[in-house]
């Protein structure tokens, strides 16, 4: 069974840093793409981030780019979102997601995590 | 980069009923070497993950009910709910794959029963 956890969402303040991690598990994690998707409260879902299956190609949305920095673990199954220069608009639900197939990033989402809540404040 | 729409924002069907739903790309997702269109739609219901229910505009995920069904080419599409059932209520959302990122998503559509 494909399993996706996020974890590391915490309240921080404005201007701060944060690394969200998610743990997959159920299925050959380096063969798939991967995303960072987020859903600030009560909105609309807002693509963040994606990290090629080898972590040698990486792109964001205009919104986070040269504050975040996705990467990935293959050898730990796991997928990482540094997060710099919080603003409060990054207030979000960030969710982790798999691409539907292998070696190919132009494929929809087909695991979801339940998503890690980030709240940016003072 | 390729913005999304969806109309309405929210519809309210009673059961049994059609629901229909509709998307707009704000320039063609239909890729010629391959003739498929990246479009996908999602359902989310509330406190949970968005869930896949169509792909390639309109292909059903396995386990989706068959009263989901996606139509549609170039930069319109549809996503039809047969005879809406009490389950269904949830937000959707329509989504573009072409190319290179972002891989933007709609606003989302709110579907509730009348």
């Known amino acids: 069974e494909v399993q996706l956890v996020e974890s590391g969402g915490v309240v921080v303040q404005p201007g701060g840093s944060l690394r969200l991690s998610c743990a997959a598990s159920?299925?050959?994690?380096?063969?798939?793409?991967m995303h960072w998707v987020r859903q600030a409260p009560g909105k609309g879902l807002e693509w963040v981030s994606l990290?090629?299956?080898?972590?040698?190609?990486?792109y964001y949305a205009d919104s986070v780019k040269g504050r975040f920095t996705i990467s990935r673990d293959n050898s730990k199954n796991s997928l990482y979102l540094q997060m710099n220069s919080l603003r409060a608009e990054d207030t979000a639900l960030y969710y982790c997601a798999k691409v539907a197939r292998g070696y190919s990033s132009s494929w929809p989402f087909d695991y979801w995590g339940q998503g890690t809540l980030v709240t940016v404040s003072s | 980069d390729i913005v999304m729409t969806q109309s309405p924002d929210s519809l309210a069907v009673s059961l049994g009923e059609r629901a229909t739903i509709n998307c707009k790309s704000s320039?063609?997702?239909?890729?010629?070497?391959?003739?498929?269109?990246?479009l996908a739609w999602y359902q989310q219901k509330p406190g949970q993950p968005p869930k896949l229910l169509i792909y390639?505009?309109?292909t059903r995920e396995s386990g989706v009910p068959d009263r989901f069904s996606g139509s549609g080419s170039g930069t319109d599409f549809t996503l039809t709910i047969s005879s809406l059932q009490a389950e269904d209520v949830a937000v959707y959302y329509c989504q573009q794959y072409y190319s290179t990122p972002p891989f933007t998503f709609g606003p989302g559509t709110k579907v509730d029963i009348k």
């Open positions: 159920g299925f050959t994690f380096d063969d798939y793409a």
């Open positions: 320039q063609s997702v239909l890729y010629s070497s391959n003739n498929k269109n990246y």
């Open positions: 390639w505009a309109s």
């Open positions: 990290i090629s299956w080898d972590g040698g190609s990486t």
